[in-house]
């Protein structure tokens, strides 16, 4: 709904909260290294486009088909309500890497897949890199706790054939993004090496380096970056070019509970229909109505899990058959998730619906250090941004990193440790989820839906979610609230989980209640938090003044745009690229 009288109704000031206590229900944990503690090796395993099993078969029957996830998920703590805390791929990496919002990196939009981050017709500027002046997990443990670091596999925070500047050794280079049939053709080299494929130049992957004597000396943490199930993205245009993902076994036979067809999706905000048409020139058409083409998508998305499910089982069987297996603790998770059909919507972005933000998040521990009851689930609000955190905590055994100033930045994220050690204890209060692809911006006027709001914030607590879709004033990052369009769930009821009725307009108080928090709170004590560090707030501006040159790129291109083959061509190249 349109919000135009937004201030007068809510009676925000603009003034953060003092002494607020919305996002972490408890103080950081105290937990302190024992002069046994054995520092682990970390394998962190990050697949690209899946969620956390929604409107799927029945758990039994996913685990037959999917054995090597539901092995590692079997053998681990789950966390069931771990949440991407951006959205589309660039972002989502952002955040995990760092613990940084992509409001305060500015990491916001997708770099696409041609290799040269240059979006093309549309936006002729490169979609600015992640500043390397920011600490990633790569550069922390390096630097403070000894930890040699290693990524293989997809990348897409930057175009340069070195991972050193962010921290990382190895690397798969150039980065593959996500093309059509990519996660086909490279997921088995990132995990077992051998001949590259087509266009990959790296020579060694995760087999290799966990034999060389790279793996021995010190301890570690690696990345395995995988693909699929990133190839739905080119469904049903790239999918169907490619025999191996052209005829899915049929799985499933039933309607989405949540399946909306365009008439239903008036109730929400525009830029989702604008996204819902936009798709559909990008990856290919389907129908609007549910029927045969949706359940053939469901199908492929499986598949693609079915893909990398295989390579997951292989990288595990590597490290099980090493010297290093008991005492590698693995960190299994998705940089964001996948509509598949949900609200008559594919991919991710353009919303903040459960399907595209609620990922996997899955620990094993097998030096039980940390996890004493494997098997287990934790229900707990989490977010991306508590990765990094994590990651210090297990190398160093504690939290002192907390309280030294390298970490401020990131001292008062949710202790996730803390939660595999005491089951009971408490997670966030809300996570926050942002949305900002400039790409969006030119979609609606492209298609003819008028000027659409395409910054997105979601906020989320246990009972209800907020999605508020704004513009941003002119050569700034500054939000309008003017024009803005708002979604409200309320999760009281099953439609409210299932996020089908937007209670916006019917109910008040509640409106009111996450509109003010998110606004007077969240935003400026989370989401925009000051970075205080001299060092790190000079990155941050300069970060700034890269992506508001980028945006105004964007702002040029809108005035010269026009329905025409060659716009819509690159409107497909990009939407599908998301």
Known sequence: MKRR?????????????????????????????????????????????????????????????LPYMAKLRKSSVSFTRYYTAATAC????????????????????????????????????????????????????????????????????????????YGFSGGTYPSPNGNPGEGLAVDSYIVNGGKPPQGIQATEQFAQWLNSNDAKNTPWCTTISLINPHDISWYPRGTKQIPEENNPPSIFKDKIPNFENPIELRKKPRLQEAFRRAT?????????????????????????????????????????????????????????????????????????????INVP??????????????????????SSVDIVPLLLTLASGD???????????????????????????????????????LILELVGELLVLGKTPNHIIGYRTDKAKLGAYNFWRSGTIDIETKGMEIELYNYSTVRGQQELDNVSNSQPKLYKEL????????????????????????????????????????????????????????????????
């Open 5 to 65: 009288t937004f201030l007068s109704t809510t009676g925000l000031t603009g003034a953060a909260l003092i002494g607020s206590q919305l996002l972490v229900k408890s103080n950081a944990s105290a937990i302190t290294q024992t002069s046994e503690y054995k520092k682990p090796n970390i394998l962190v395993i990050v697949v690209d486009q899946l969620r956390t099993p929604k409107w799927f078969p029945a758990q039994a029957t996913l685990d037959s088909l």
């Open 399 to 437: 939290n002192q990193w907390r309280r030294q100033s390298a970490f401020k930045h990131l001292s008062t994220r949710l202790d996730i440790a803390q939660i595999l050690r005491q089951p009971y204890a408490s997670g966030r209060s809300y996570i926050l989820h942002t949305t900002d692809e």
């Open 280 to 356: 559909n020139i990008g990856a290919g058409f389907v129908p609007p109505n549910f029927g045969e083409p949706w359940l053939k998508m469901l199908d492929s998305y499986l598949l693609f899990q079915q893909f990398v499910d295989t390579q997951i089982g292989k990288a595990l069987d590597i490290l099980e058959n090493s010297p290093y297996a008991k005492n590698t603790i693995i960190v299994f998770t998705s940089d964001h998730g996948e509509y598949g059909g949900s609200h008559g919507l594919r991919g991710k972005s353009a919303a903040v619906y459960e399907e595209s």
């Open 515 to 578: 509109v003010s928090n998110l606004f007077n709170d969240a935003i400026p004590n989370e989401l925009r938090k000051p970075l205080t560090s001299p060092e790190l707030q000079a990155i941050q501006q300069q970060a700034l003044k890269d992506y508001l040159s980028f945006a105004s790129q964007t702002t040029q291109s809108k005035s010269k745009l026009g329905k025409t083959d060659e716009h819509l061509e690159a409107l497909n190249t990009a939407i599908a690229n998301l």
């Open 90 to 165: 660039t972002a989502a990496r952002g955040t995990l890497v760092t613990g940084l919002y992509s409001h305060q990196t500015y990491v916001m939009d997708t770099h696409l897949n041609d290799g040269s981050g240059k979006n093309g017709l549309l936006i002729k500027a490169p979609a600015p890199s992640l500043n390397p002046g920011f600490p990633t997990w790569g550069k922390l443990l390096r630097d403070n706790f000894g930890y040699s670091t290693w990524w293989f596999g997809k990348w897409h925070l930057s175009t340069t054939n070195s991972l050193e500047p």
């Open 361 to 382: 998040l899955y620990i094993k521990d097998p030096t039980k250090q940390w996890v004493s009851t494997p098997g287990t689930e934790r229900t707990q609000l989490c």
